[in-house]
């Protein structure tokens, strides 16, 4: 038999599970009161209980009494607490806000969820209309397309100097960049420093952002949907910051703005073309820092990956 503290550390762990894998809400259009049903119900139980155990009348010469049931007519029955009838979302109906908002000709984005078409057309407008940095900053605070902004703390732009001639880009903020607002602080970011400062780099000569700007709950990998909502602003990001250089932290990265299928082990080290804006932009992956804690053996490569880069920087036209 289990113990009562037994049973708290499997509760406790089954919590701690749903959070590593996002599961970080309920699901529903809006809040159910489920103590004022249950109050409900059990009025409703002692209504119809009333009514099967109140004697009857005899009936008068004008029809059956007041409380007769009339043949073929059902006795009304409490519904039981899980059987309730489908909800409007259940049948496919839009929820209240939507239809608000369809009548009134705006787009119901107040509530973000599952991208749509319309999410997404509504991200790469947003983006687009940013003239610079600080306005593509701004857009992605109004944005509210993407349920990421909800559950971080502080939004993930940028790091360092955007007239820097590298830029490197990670995948998604973890839980210590999401508490200071910069990308790579934590012991992934003091591994990333120490590489910069290998080939004669620091923060003040380097331009850093993540693909997705918000921490995805328990520090999961960020969807697919997630990504597709984010992406647009970044893609601007890397316009507006014109790099001669971009660097690509990790195969997540790669994927989104490559199109890579391939690993990082067969990624790395290769340089690519990056087009935007008319021109292109020399670009290589490489490990990112947070994989190297797990797998130092693999700092051997990340070494000639940034060698690689100081030779290109060398190289590049002043």
Known sequence: MQTDHQIQRELEALLEFHL???????????????????????????????????????????GPAAGAQRPGASAAVPASPGLHSPSAAALGSPPQGEAVAAQQGKPANSTPG???AQTVQMARDMAASARNLDELRGRLVEFN????????????????????????????PGREEDQQGKPFVGRSGQLL?????????????AYIGNVVPWRPPGDRTPTQQETEL???FVVR?????????????????????????????????????????????ACIATYDPAYLLKSPIEKRFAWKDFMAIRHRLSHSPE
Not at 46 to 52: C, D, S
Not at 147 to 160: E, I, M, P, R, Y
Not at 193 to 205: K, N, P
């Open 20 to 62: 590593e894998v996002g599961i970080d809400s309920f699901l529903g259009d809006a809040p159910i009161d489920w103590v004022a049903r249950s109050v409900e119900l059990a009025s409703a139980q002692r209504q119809a209980h009333a009514a099967r155990t109140q004697p009857q009348s005899r009936p008068s010469a004008g």
């Open 114 to 116: 599952l991208p749509t």
């Open 145 to 172: 397309g993407c349920s990421l902004s909800l559950t971080a703390k502080n939004l993930v732009f940028c790091d360092g100097n955007p007239e820097a001639k590298v830029m490197l880009v990670g995948d998604a």
């Open 193 to 205: 420093d120490q590489m910069l400062r290998a080939i004669g780099l620091d923060r003040s000569s």
């Open 230 to 232: 984010c992406k647009p």
């Open 237 to 281: 990001q890397i316009e507006l910051a014109a790099p001669e250089v971009l660097v690509l932290l990790g195969a997540a990265s790669a994927k989104t703005l490559m199109g890579a299928t391939d690993g990082i082990r067969k990624l790395r080290g290769n340089w690519m073309t990056y087009p935007v804006a008319g021109r292109d932009i």
